[in-house]
């Protein structure tokens, strides 16, 4: 039950507090007032969307708290909505909170039904929602839905694969082509950048070859180094005996002449590491690069992208050799899926085509209790929607004859807006009867819901709400004064001007004031007070 609704800095409302009592709960007011605005922020409670410009001018926020009393204690439920961003905060007991959660609750908080809910009345899609929920087993719509998602999951793994397929087979010859280049060339890994070092490896080592041989041909020349030396080394034997002071000069050339001798033998040696053995000439070489510089300029590619190309095209190649048996698969798990959603469907289409009966009659007797002719009939037809083929989901759509010799027909052909009221509220009253599979009834909000009815209707329908709220707790937005006289407790919605400020007040009425209401509702004057006056008696 909504024990306590307050309002702050939303739209015309500063701070509003509304206590409600347990049973039927009326709010009067002029129209434009404010008083579906009022049931706009029980919406918004529950998780409705609401733009931030309703933020009344001047305030960083505007809030709706409520209180509701439930059989495990009491829940306080409280959601801000921001000028600025215009994001919303829910809170729980003070605890944060989301909206999904909040919208969870809802259902087994508050049944809002509006003018709105007439539009959403004529639609066969609400009207097959409307029959699934009267189904005794609900798990069969679960059933048919989990049987449904294995059906679409197979159906898309086999779009993709098919998809793939074609792809891939639409490129078999290119890709073939490109698989030749590469294996008739088959190039390595960091191959480019090996031959590039290997290349200058034995250019350095050419060029060492030539410094080498020229050393040589000084070395033995037409006047070779060595022979000059020693020459020059005998010369220098005989100088020194006659001449002891150059005797170190011919040690020195005795020296260098020995150095002569030895830097003649590593150079005919060569270096140690002069050939390492490579099996490639500098000029094989120059070929293998020339052709792997060819390959990239005709598959416009690096080379070790192109070696990556390769194991992509045997797993492309590959991968079409073993679509068939893939498919094969795919097609197995189809028909499964196929043959557990056809069953699921037949059993779920069973089961509304037995609901639609009981729930016909039930509609009919409500209808009978708001005023509507004995002659009334209603039933159920069924439009097959094709899930897939040879599976259809039956969805149920409302018919109804209200008078002997018509046939049946759609609500939106033949239904009028006082007529859709009454059909509205039969199945809120229907469906508050534990249709949730709780104890805890919802609080029902009725917004405008009687428009377009009066006279004997007016009465019939008036007991049918009077009924309802000694079941569960209603709050009811109303013109009627007949409807407000049978409130427990009535709240006056109303705007004020204070000091060039527009307010949306709300007051509950006591005696004189309820008198007052109800005379106004009522058109006023002695024929107005004397209706108040009886409605309240």
């Known amino acids: 039950m909504l024990e306590l609704l307050r309002i702050r800095n939303l739209a015309l409302i500063e701070d509003v507090e509304l206590e409600f009592s347990p049973g039927l709960n009326a709010l009067t007011g002029e129209t434009g007032a404010g008083k579906s605005f009022i049931m706009r922020a029980v919406d918004f409670l529950m998780g409705e969307r609401m733009d931030r410009k ?36 829910v809170y729980v007991n003070d605890v944060l909170s989301s909206q999904p959660t909040i919208r969870d609750m809802g259902s087994r908080l508050v049944v809002h039904t509006s003018q709105h809910g007439q539009q959403k009345l004529l639609s066969p899609a609400f009207q097959a929602e409307i029959l699934d929920s009267f189904l005794p087993d609900r798990s069969l719509i679960e059933a048919r839905n989990e049987r449904l998602a294995v059906l679409t999951d197979v159906l898309e793994r086999k779009l993709r694969l098919t998809a793939k397929f074609d792809d891939i087979e639409k490129q078999r010859d290119f890709l073939e ?7 008739a060339l088959d190039p390595q890994p960091g191959e480019e950048n090996e031959l590039e070092e290997r290349k200058k490896v034995l250019k350095d080592r050419e060029r060492a070859g030539e410094c080498l041989q020229n050393a040589l041909n000084l070395l033995h020349g037409e006047v070779g180094l060595l022979d000059a030396m020693t020459l020059l080394n005998r010369e220098m034997e005989i100088i020194a005996r006659l001449f002891p ?43 293998r690069l020339f052709d792997l510089a060819k390959l990239k300029r005709k598959l416009r590619r ?24 893939d498919l094969k698969t795919l097609n197995r798990e189809e028909d499964a899926a196929a043959t557990g959603l056809k069953e699921a469907l037949a059993t779920l289409n069973a089961a509304r085509k037995k609901a639609a009966k009981e729930l016909s009659i039930r509609i009919v007797d409500e209808l009978l209790d708001l005023g509507f002719s004995e002659h009334i009939k209603v039933h159920f037809e069924f439009d097959p929607r094709e899930l897939y083929p040879g599976c259809d989901d039956l969805r149920g759509r409302l018919m109804w004859v209200p008078n002997p010799g018509q046939p049946a027909q759609p609500l939106n052909k033949i239904a009028s ?48 709400l009077r009924a309802l709220a000694d079941r569960q707790q209603m709050l009811l937005i109303t013109h ?39 005379s106004r509702m009522a058109g006023g004057g002695e024929q107005g007070a004397a209706l108040a006056e009886k409605l309240m008696k």
């Open 177 to 183: 082509y490109q698989k030749k280049e590469i294996e």
């Open 480 to 518: 009627w004064p007949q409807l407000a006289g049978k409130a427990d407790r009535h709240f006056l919605i109303e705007k004020q001007v204070v000091d060039n400020e527009t307010y949306t007040k709300c007051q509950r009425l006591e005696a004189d004031q309820l008198k007052a209401e109800l």
């Open 302 to 325: 690096g080379l070790d992208e192109i070696v990556d190309m390769k194991a992509e095209i045997d797993e492309s190649l590959s991968f079409l050799d073993a679509c068939a048996l």
């Open 54 to 89: 309703l933020v009344r001018p001047g305030s960083d926020k505007a809030s709706v708290e409520a209180l509701f009393v439930l059989p495990e204690g009491e829940t306080v439920i409280r959601r801000e909505l921001s000028a600025d961003s215009g994001r919303s905060r």
């Open 417 to 464: 807006g006082g007529e859709l009221s009454r059909f509205l509220l039969a199945l809120v009253s229907m469906r508050g009867k534990g249709a949730n599979g709780s104890d805890t009834l919802p609080s029902l909000i009725f917004d405008e819901v009687d428009a377009g009815i009066g006279g004997l209707t007016l009465n019939a329908v008036g007991d049918k």
């Open 245 to 287: 002071g150059f005797d170190e000069d011919r040690e020195a050339i005795e020296e260098l002449r020995m150095r002569l001798h030895d830097l003649d033998s590593r150079l005919r040696r060569g270096p140690e590491d002069f050939d390492d053995g490579d099996p490639m000439t500098l000029d094989e070489i120059e070929a």
